[in-house]
């Protein structure tokens, strides 16, 4: 059972930013797919961001506004949100899996706050 520690939400005024973070607990192999997801209040989960292999696949959303970056040593992955808006608000999950089609891991989640 891998377990992911999610840091760095919080409250931020619109054109702020935060960075999250998600570490993993599972440190031997290598999981190849980590990302966010989010979940903003009656609406449906949605992708942020997420990289799988070589390739990072971010939601339309917060093209050109999020940056994902992983440290390739160990199954961390960092999200720096820029130019946060209100809609940006919403509870964030980080998720992870070893390979596509094997279990998937998902934190508790982490809370962003954008005030206009």
């Known amino acids: 059972q891998v377990q992911l520690t999610e840091s760095g939400g919080g409250l931020v005024q619109t054109g702020g930013s935060l960075r999250l973070s998600c570490a993993a607990s599972?440190?031997?192999?290598?999981?190849?797919?980590m990302g966010w997801y989010r979940r903003a209040p009656g609406k449906q989960r949605e992708l942020v961001a997420i990289?799988?292999?070589?390739?990072?696949n971010y939601g339309d959303s917060v093209k050109g506004r999020f940056t994902l970056s992983r440290d390739n040593a160990k199954n961390i992955v960092f999200l720096q949100m820029n130019s946060l808006k209100p809609e940006d608000t919403a509870m964030y999950f980080c998720?992870?899996?070893?390979?596509?089609?094997?279990?998937?891991?998902w934190g508790r989640g982490t809370q962003v706050t954008v005030s206009s």
């Open positions: 599972e440190s031997t192999f290598r999981y190849d797919i």
């Open positions: 998720k992870t899996q070893r390979y596509r089609g094997w279990p998937e891991y």
């Open positions: 990289i799988s292999g070589g390739t990072t």
